[in-house]
């Protein structure tokens, strides 16, 4: 069974950072992708970085470039959002997500990605 569990959402004020993790079991993160996504309150999912399975990341939304690095620690199969210099627009649910097949690039399409986590809060305000 696959699991991904996502932590390290909470309140904080504008300008701060937050760490998010996503701890994956039954799958690796050493030989799949991981998509870290996002969905405020009446917004479409938003894909926001990705990690391939050899660890290449990629950016995909405009306003997280230079602010989010996505990273992953291939021992403890944990992806990681570092995000820094959180803004209101930041808040919404994040999730992350594992591409099933073995040996997978990243990608910004959701149906690339057979698991989910439940996601986690992060909220930004002053």
């Known amino acids: 069974q696959v699991r991904l569990e996502e932590s390290g959402g909470g309140l904080v004020q504008p300008g701060e950072s937050l760490t998010l993790s996503c701890a994956a079991s039954g799958r690796s993160v050493s030989r799949h992708a991981v998509a870290w996504v996002r969905q405020a309150p009446g917004k479409e999912r938003q894909f926001l970085a990705t990690i391939s399975w050899a660890g290449t990341p990629a950016y995909w939304l405009d306003s997280v470039k230079g602010r989010f690095t996505i990273s992953k620690d291939n021992d403890k199969s944990v992806a990681y959002l570092q995000m820094n210099n959180l803004q209101p627009a930041d808040t919404a649910v994040y999730f992350c997500?594992?591409?099933?097949?073995?040996?997978?690039?990243?990608?910004?399409?959701?149906?690339?990605?057979?698991?989910w986590g439940q996601g986690t809060q992060v909220t930004v305000s002053s």
């Open positions: 997500a594992l591409n099933g097949r073995r040996f997978s690039s990243g990608t910004d399409n959701s149906a690339d990605y057979e698991y």
